[in-house]
């Protein structure tokens, strides 16, 4: 039986959210999810009436928030960002507020609530313009605000692992496909 019941979804209406939402209510997880729904909430109206599903509709970047949405969490998935250069390009403030201070906030309370688990969305945009097949141990090279908020957020991750905190960093390419949102 899997130790995880009760997950946050941070992002949980977005176009990956929304899938991934749906995918662990399916499973049998308690999930929370954290949203501001600029986007709507179409991608996840009919989760909502569910008792597995708890939906906060509100911004990351409230610390106050943050503390109320990861009580009794045993796995923060965090997908919520300003995603892609041109969106960071256009409110760059906005940006670096969300994809980092409010990522590096997000993290420092879950491990204080005794979060085990942290699962961070990150990009392939940090290798820049690579001209060959790159992998987890290929150099970074930002080029952008939205990967340099990215790369940032990962060595913040990375130098809070500890035996109770394991975090987990996914380097997404470009998404694509059917999703609820869409």
Do not use: W
Request: neutral net charge; proline residues 3%; aromatic residues 6%.
């Amino acid at each position: 039986m899997n130790e995880l019941k009760s997950i946050l979804v941070t992002g949980g209406a977005g176009y990956i959210g929304s899938v991934l939402t749906h995918k662990l209510v399916e499973l049998g997880y308690n999930v929370r999810i954290i949203d501001s729904l600029i986007y709507g909430k179409d991608g996840i109206s009919d989760l909502i009436s569910k008792n597995s599903v708890e939906l906060i509709e509100k911004d990351i970047r409230d610390e106050k928030i943050l503390n109320e949405a990861v009580k009794e969490i045993d796995c923060v998935i965090h997908l919520a960002a300003i995603v892609g250069d041109p969106l960071c390009k256009k409110i760059p403030v906005a940006a670096k507020q969300i994809n980092e201070d409010a990522t590096k906030k997000l993290v420092t309370i879950s491990k204080e609530h005794g979060v085990k688990r942290f699962i961070f969305a990150s990009t392939c945009s940090n290798y820049g313009s690579a001209s060959t097949m790159v992998d987890e141990n290929s150099p970074i090279q930002s080029l952008s605000l939205y990967s340099k908020t990215k790369v940032n957020s990962e060595n913040f991750i990375l130098n809070t692992k500890n035996s109770s905190f394991e975090p987990c960093i996914l380097r997404f390419a470009t998404a694509h496909g059917l999703s609820p949102r869409m």
